[in-house]
């Protein structure tokens, strides 16, 4: 299996139209792939766009920055 886009729920709203940085990590702390963007300006889930194919038995970690 493989991933390619990370989907966030529970957004609030106070989180809307802001910056975003997602990282996925693997067992020795190195990053997998790394997706930035933008939070929707309304609603409480978004999916980053697609980024380069990630096996998804590789990721063992998951950091979320949202506006910074």
């Known amino acids: 299996y493989t991933t390619t886009s990370v989907t966030v729920t529970g957004l609030a709203s106070t989180c809307n139209s802001v910056p975003y ?4 990590y693997q067992t020795s702390g190195a ?3 790394e ?5 929707p300006s ?3 889930t978004f999916t ?4 380069t194919a ?8 998951v ?3 949202l506006g910074g």
Not at 48 to 51: G, L, M, P, R, V
Not at 54 to 61: E, N, Q
């Open 21 to 24: 940085r997602i990282t996925l």
């Open 31 to 33: 990053s997998i792939v």
């Open 35 to 39: 997706a930035t963007g933008t939070t």
């Open 42 to 44: 309304s609603g409480t």
């Open 48 to 51: 980053t766009s697609a980024f």
């Open 54 to 61: 990630a096996s998804a038995a590789s990721v063992t970690g």
């Open 63 to 65: 950091a979320v920055v």
